[in-house]
């Protein structure tokens, strides 16, 4: 499921829940993420931002690529100097701000409300750190009543800027999950959170969103995955599924070489994205 105000649909192929059934996972995750680390590279160390400004670039970033919402992000602190300003500042300036980074008209007065609605449940500040001393679950609890904010962009400000065990689970995840078996093939994305950071250990949290969410990319494709390249191929529950249907087609892409192995899920902001 899709965070809040967006309607756009995920078309995948996934073998059918009778097949799944036939085939349960027995995958070691603490042995997956190993093998994906091997293969991909260890996690990048990169400065993250602070929780609010990881949540604004986190709305930025929904349904967009991660150089638009950099650029967007960029643009916005360039034009108002700081959230205080942003928060202060008419919609219409916000969306100019955003503007060459998608969906800008529902962004602008989500970012806006946002940060006045931190503003009054934090007596008046926009420091959340506050929220690493919390119980992840209250935390989780605390940055969903925001409007707009779901549990996969609370697992990201939580996770990314804070070092806390929350899963945020894409669609790339959500997919590579359902795909190996490690959920269920009916779970929901807004399901899968809770299920996966059960199962996951706190300390593999980020290393497995990182490796899932690069494998998702480049090999377990939504479309024509490229099973004959996959390194958990021996393991998976779905292979057999997706080999038969290769077979009938010739048109499978090769895997990227132009996208870096050690590529940021939800890239901190660079030089390059602000270009």
Avoid at 112 to 121: A, D, R, S
Avoid at 155 to 173: E, K, Q, R
Wanted: proline share 6%; net charge positive.
């Amino acid at each position: 499921m899709l965070e809040s105000g967006f309607n756009t649909r995920v078309e995948e192929v996934m073998p059918t829940q009778t097949s799944a059934r036939r085939k349960r996972s027995k995958i070691n995750i603490s042995d997956t993420i190993k093998v994906l680390t091997e293969l991909y590279g260890p996690v990048p160390e990169e400065p993250r931002l602070d929780p609010s400004h990881e949540l604004v670039f986190t709305i930025l970033s929904q349904h967009t690529s991660d150089t638009n919402s950099g650029r967007a992000f960029t643009n916005l602190m360039k034009t108002f100097g700081s959230l205080e300003n942003v928060a202060k500042a008419p919609v219409e300036d916000i969306h100019s701000a955003i503007s060459g980074g998608g969906l800008a008209k529902i962004k602008a007065p989500r970012i806006k409300n946002v940060l006045n609605m931190i503003l009054t449940l934090n007596q008046n500040s926009l420091d959340l750190t506050f929220l690493r001393e919390m119980p992840l679950e209250e935390a989780k609890s605390w940055l969903k009543q925001l409007p707009g904010i779901g549990p996969k962009s609370a697992g990201i400000v939580l996770s990314f800027s804070l070092g806390m065990p929350a899963m945020a689970v894409d669609t790339h995840i959500h997919r590579v999950s359902k795909r190996l078996g490690l959920i269920g093939a009916n779970i929901s994305a807004d399901k899968a959170h809770d299920i996966l950071e059960s199962v996951v250990n706190n300390d593999e949290v980020y290393p497995f969103h990182f490796a899932i969410i690069t494998h998702g990319r480049q090999v377990c494709r939504a479309q024509r995955p490229l099973c004959s390249d996959c390194v958990l191929g021996d393991i998976c529950p779905s292979h057999g599924f997706f080999t038969k249907v290769n077979r009938t087609n010739t048109k499978s892409k090769p895997i990227d070489s132009k996208i870096s192995k050690r590529q940021i899920p939800h890239a901190y902001p660079t030089q390059e994205t602000s270009k």
